[in-house]
């Protein structure tokens, strides 16, 4: 992993990690096709809803919890090569999920460190990269040659961490399977869930998340309610007590 610094941590506010699939780019649904389509090449009928629930973990996890435990293991990097050949065609089609660049953007203006912890492969990432076009913004990018174990086990989020010498108190995950609030929860960092990848926000606060938005465009609009807005010091401000006199004339005016 080589992190794109654009600063010295000690000036980052803090940071924030986002996963990439289904989080930034609206590829969660491509990747179940190609799981699909891997599994059925060496003749495992696997559903495609039981993919989806999967899609997040690491590409060892994913097989290993679909398929049956008596199976030859020795096919699974098989399997495996098979769903990276496929999502590879995919790769001039991916599209970044609305507001996700501007997203990055507005936390890199804000003064925080943005570093994508993404369980891919290295070459996946990159192909997720251009489609997202928001290279300028990004200090940091790990895939799954940075981890030992993939999610839920939070290595790639230790290893986004440690490439902006940020720790996980200064910083929120963004992401939108149950495997990147249960890696976030690992560490006791604050996780931001999006239903834009196709879980629900019920499966996503069961998981851990603090907080969940439809998507990248619905958090950027929500960003001074958010976790991402504490760090940035955009908190709402707290009202002012009214006076006895005050609520009482409120009282007044909005009773019929």
Known sequence: MV??????????????????????VDSAYVHTMAWWQA???????VPMAAIHWCVGMGGDRLVDSLLPPGRDKDADADIMAS????????WPSLRALDGAKDLLAQCHAGGLAVALASSARKQDLAASRRAIAADAFIHAATSSDDARESKPAPDILVAALEAVSVPAAGAVYVGDAVWDMKAAAALGMPAIGVTCGGRSAAELFD??????YAGPRDLLDNLQESAIGRLLG??????????????????TETTP
Request: charge should be negative; hydrophobic fraction near 40%.
């Open 234 to 251: 955009l908190e709402p401000p707290t009202p002012e007590p009214q006076t006895p006199e005050a609520a009482k004339a409120s009282k």
């Open 83 to 90: 769903h990276a050949a496929i999502f590879a065609t995919s």
């Open 39 to 45: 599994f059925r090449q060496h003749q495992h009928d």
């Open 3 to 24: 992190p794109q610094s654009h600063g010295p941590a000690a000036w980052w506010r803090g940071a924030v990690l986002f996963d990439v699939d289904g989080t930034l």
């Open 207 to 212: 998981a851990g998340a603090a907080e969940v």
